[in-house]
């Protein structure tokens, strides 16, 4: 069982990345999804959550983040995915992807996001 987050790096004001999440050894099409980060010095802080497990899928997204960032999944691909625009330095962090289906509870290793001029 494994979650493998990749997609980060360094990018300018108002650039772009989009950041995956993969699952092996389980559906993650059957979990809730969040990406997570954490700035240096600071607490981890949820950013968007998927929850599909209802007719109407649920999403959040931190008020933050709010119409820049964009979260999916492709059960095909056993992935869920965040595209970021518009970042800003204020999302630099290490983003990490967690799915929960209870009582299970898996996370990535974290992938870094970069954001400088």
């Known amino acids: 069982v494994q979650l493998q987050a990749s997609g980060g790096g360094s990018v300018q004001p108002g650039g772009s990345l989009r950041l995956s999440c993969v699952a092996s050894?389980?559906?993650?099409?059957?979990?809730?999804v969040a990406w997570f980060r954490q700035a240096p010095g600071k607490e981890r802080e949820a950013v968007s959550c998927i929850d599909t497990s209802d007719e109407t899928p649920y999403y959040y997204y931190a008020d933050s983040v709010k119409g820049r960032f964009t979260l999916s999944r492709d059960n095909a691909k056993n992935s869920v995915y965040l595209q970021m625009n518009s970042l800003k330095p204020e999302d630099t962090a290490v983003y990490y992807c967690?799915?929960?289906?209870?009582?299970?509870?898996?996370w990535g290793q974290g992938t870094q996001v970069t954001v400088s001029s």
């Open positions: 050894g389980f559906s993650l099409g059957d979990y809730a």
């Open positions: 967690n799915a929960v289906f209870l009582p299970r509870n898996y």
